[in-house]
């Protein structure tokens, strides 16, 4: 099948387009969102659509940005179709909410999507997502044992559809060929960001390698895996997740049972379990007795004969707690049920270093050094930016931390100097800058 | 953990050992089973453990298995417990009953074992396999789309236990060498099965670059795999797989719909279907008035209303099919819903290469030369082994295929020559021998 063909096919499998309904394109510039215009406004009659325009929100993390907005309107005026463009500085805002710049980048831009939508009167939001990034997620996640994300996406979520789902990208890249469709090329945005890198160019070949025609295999194991967690979805969905405890003889299938505490969790206490805490507790159900497994923020769930229930733990003042850490090591912060990766970096983009809350980086450049990441101890003092010395206790009051949960932070240090209090807030020692060569990056991952 | 504490952790967590029991070690002299039999000898009264034994199957397949039987005796005489060992020509066999070695060692292996269980009063069957052997599995399975197969073997099944389960393959070599445990290099049978060593050697390693962890990231994916997979065959289990037909209404969720289907039509007619074909079943359900799908055997699953029902199709003799197929491409045969691979092969084992049903080769060494798979042809004659030529017809019907099936079976074939009844016999046209040096082969595959 050819490439218009496919485009068709998934617009009429999944019903992406309805009659008369105008369509926003979520716009990068690149090879994906250039052939989803082109393809959009080709079909247009045929498909019925009323308009067609491209959404452009400049990030304001790469001088790149400047010409893609400027790109965008020239696109637009080609073809005659309307141009909505939006400058968010999304550093900023992370550094405000204490959030990833990738989170943020992601949240704005559906949020101007969104935005648009309800101003202007658009029905959908087409993204450029084809069948090669589907089959690089899933990947991804098999690899990171994430058994929730092996699923990967789906090819209409809510308003947002992504008519390229049966096309590869090699598909897309010789159609843009074929047509000559202009196009800037994809700039990584997160150069630190490896792992999918590492799944596109050296795994997803190897695999092919043993199935040539892997994507569309995965493009069958995904519908499959959504049959699934559409099914324990709808089983769960009328589940009240406000109770305090959960009657485990009410649930006698664990296959339900594990996705309701998730849920539950998540609901309750914010957390997001990952899968071997999951298993614990699921260990948990099936011993006698009372039993408890810690789980995040200080709390605990506990099995008391058939019911679970959470309780916030008073830590314990005498499980002080201290690693030593070398550059190029990963350690499991128990305490908080995350992996710290530490390693150096070469030339450092100065715009993606910034987020102190998943990842911190200084100018340290010696060999042979060690950290130590501890517990808080007395007479503990922090430097926050641009700030003089203070006591940490009144940093972590400032941080809203509570106080019974001040003990299980673990604090990055050096030279017994606190570097970061993790996931929270860096401090002002050792800064990185335009001239930093060589520095050394803390990055916290999910388990 | 160390390895002896992992080893009684997995005995312990699934139940594998219960007092007084005898155990029969799947033995292949290989570093696994010799570590296994090494712990389960050095906890025999810890565990309490009645007896332990011994059981090795020469498949006469490999001239080193003579030294790999002697080896085995020698071993238990070593450990003062018993050895049974028994020999089978698997090869021939698989010819007789047209199965491949791999398929026939596996059923020759577990009859041996079973036989044992019975007559010497045995209770459970002990493998080798580790936590290496079980993320290989997932992810051989997760690259060639085979979902079912992604959720990997079970630490225990039926009477089979695998103590071994929380081990990778590192961790038993470096207890072998520590211990000092005798086994022989395991040498790899089948030299044309190259998918699990490219997953060992290539991809895993790849993947421990982004998941150091991944073969424990594997082993819990694997628990939750498992417990919605346990969730649904518990669902279905009761449903009356003789019917002649499925009533849609009364299956609406499709988690449950799409096994069933898969269940029913295995019952019925005996054919593994595979996911793509699932899928346009499942298509097939959700469109209104009646539409059918072929499926295997030259069957057709129709969709009348709300039923769906199997049907034999006449074949219909217009669609005469032919194609051209050259060394190192691959077709897919819709006849069989089957894929054959055509590749070239150097110094052939020739062992290996005698199993008529799944795979040929046949000794013909020229450049540039293609093949032609077609429909049988009136007056089509074909040569068996050490026979002379006949009519194509009277070897199917030898074969026992039935007369509407014959022109749905393709056929190999070279200068207008059949070499192959695709699946069921190959003539001895260009035979392999010892002198033989370039053959070539098909593969029969799995979609």
Known sequence: MNVEKKFLQAINDFNLISENEK???AYSTGVDSSVLTYLLLKFKNYLKIKEIALAYLNHKLRKEAEEEEIFTKEVAEKFGIKAFTKQVNIKEIAKKEKKSVEQVGREERYKFFNEILKKEDFDKIATGHHLSDLAETMTLWFIQGNKKGIK?????????IRPLYYLTKEEIYNYAKEKQIEYKEDITNYSVDFKRNKVRHEIIPKLKEINPSFENSALIMSYFFNLDEDYFNKKIENFDLLVDF????????KAILYRLIDKWIYEKIG?????????????????????????????YLIKEYDRLYLNLEKSDKTTYFEYTVKPNEKIYLKEMDKILEIFKLSNPNLEDLKNEKEMVCFDIDSKDIEFKIRQRKKGDRFKPFGSSWKKLKDVMIDLKIPADMRDNIPLLTFKDKILWIIGYKRSDLYPINENSKNVICFKLKEV
């Open 23 to 25: 369509i926003l394109i």
């Open 152 to 160: 990967g996406f789906k090819p209409k979520e809510k308003n947002i």
């Open 246 to 253: 959960i009657e485990l003889n009410q649930i006698k299938e």
């Open 271 to 299: 957390c997001k379990l990952s899968y071997k805490t999951l298993k614990s507790i699921i260990d948990l159900v099936e011993t006698g007795g009372t039993k408890k497994v810690k789980i995040c923020n200080n709390y």
